[in-house]
Each structure stands twice: as C-alpha cells, then as structure tokens.
C-alpha cells in the first residue's frame, strides 16, 4: 500500500517526532551513499540533534569526511551559499510558489467568469446595465480577444479556398453515356453542368427482358412472370370487395 503524502509541519508529540527522526536519518545516510556510488560525487553529512549526545558525521571514515568538508570550505562565499538552504529559506520558496500558483488560478477564474458573463449576454441572460466598470473593461477585453481570434480564423478559411477550388477533379468521361464532355463540348454545350444518361452498351440484349417475359419464363426463381398474375384481375376478386357501378 502506498505511504500518503506527509504533512511538512512540526510534529508535537516528542515521542512520534524523536522516532521520525531516528527513522529519517538513517534514510537520509543511505540515500547520500546511493548518491555518492551511483554518481561518483563527494558527499558529507553532520547531523546535530538534542536526541542524541554530541554529532554524527558520515561518511563514518574521519578522513574522507574531512577531506570533503575541507573542500567545501575552500569555495568562495557565493559558492558556498548559492545552493545553501534551512528550514526558514525552505518554507519561504514554498510560499512564493504557492503564491505564484494562487495567482494563476485567481485569472483562470476570472476568465471563466467573463465568460460565461459573455454567453449570458449574448443570450439575453444578463443585461450589461448591472455591471461594474471594472467588469465591463475586464469584458471587453475578452470580447476584444476572442474578435481577433475570429478575425485570425477567417484569414486562414480565405486563404485555404482558392487551393481547395484548384483541386476540383475535371469532368470525367462516363463509358456507355451520350451526353459525354467531347460530345457536348463538340455540340458548344456548356460541359460544367451536364448529367449523364445512360444508354445500352451492348453488354446484354435490348429485347433480353421482353423475350424472358414473352415466353414465360422466370426473372425471380419460383415465380413465373406470365402466370402469377390472373388475366382477368376482378373475376377472382370476392364479392365484398368488387366496387359497385351505377
């Protein structure tokens, strides 16, 4: 199961906090050796706290400590503090930040509001007599805006016309068809808007229904075209239903 976010404030109890304590250092000086053999860098930690008696250092070699802290020391003073942070410093950038998000979503907001002020509006929803100057400049700036976007748009559909239009497929000849462009073309009628009318291309007979149908035979399967239908179509009506004349 994973571990909840922790809650960064000061633990009140002395027990909970003297065991968070031992728990996070060890953690801190296993995660500074992962950090130095991983990367090759040279690291150091003191660690002072009213839990313990006197400081513990690591690395625990007294010698590789020193030769990191004398390292250290040699830096120049904006060196040295350029990356220097306590827990004063820390809660401060936490601040700035928080502030910086705040801000942001305080004009997020702010323009869903005009907008939404916008639609209404338009809609015949709210009147512009009940609005604030303030309101009002923060409307027509997003009116302003969103008529430049409008206007963008249309640019861009005004440029993109002509070369859909170039586009355009030509007229095509259609097989087995009169009424063809070369024909109408050679007849001087206007190619643009014609409609083609099929006629027979020779790939079946002309007279093939009339002969299938004079001589009884089948178009659909089962159902002879010639006796499915009764010569006289009233006689095998029933009385009922004969429409009485005179």
């Not at 040699?74 to 040295?80: Q, R």
């Not at 430049?148 to 170039?166: C, F, G, H, M, Y």
Request: with cysteine; aromatic share 6%; glycine share 6%.
């Amino acid at each position: 199961m994973p571990r909840g976010k922790v809650k960064l404030a000061f633990i009140e109890d002395n027990k909970a906090r003297k065991n968070s304590f031992m728990k996070r250092k060890e953690c801190l000086k296993n995660k500074l050796k992962e950090l130095s053999t991983l990367c090759g860098i040279e690291a150091c930690a003191i660690i002072y706290s009213s839990y313990e008696p006197g400081l513990e250092v690591w690395p625990e070699d007294n010698t590789a400590f020193q030769n990191v802290l004398n390292a250290f020391l040699t830096k120049s003073p904006m060196e040295i503090h350029k990356f220097m942070s306590n827990q004063n410093s820390y809660i401060k950038e936490r601040i700035s930040k928080v502030k910086g998000q705040i801000k942001k979503q305080i004009v997020a907001n702010q323009d869903l509001v005009m907008a939404n002020l916008m639609s209404d509006c338009l809609s015949g929803k709210a009147s512009l007599s009940g609005l604030n100057s303030k309101d009002l400049n923060n409307l027509g700036s997003l009116a302003g805006h969103k008529l430049s976007e409008i206007e963008d748009r249309i640019k861009v559909l005004k440029s993109d016309a002509p070369a859909a239009q170039s586009q355009l497929p030509d007229p095509k000849e259609v097989v087995g068809c009169r009424n063809t462009a070369s024909h109408m073309a050679a007849e001087g009628t206007n190619v643009d808007c014609y409609v083609p009318v099929m006629e027979n291309t020779g790939w079946y007979p002309p007279d093939w229904t009339s002969d299938h149908v004079g001589h009884g035979l089948d178009l659909v399967p089962g159902i002879n075209m010639m006796n499915s239908f009764p010569v006289d179509p009233i006689a095998s009506w029933s009385d009922a239903y004969i429409p009485k004349t005179g």
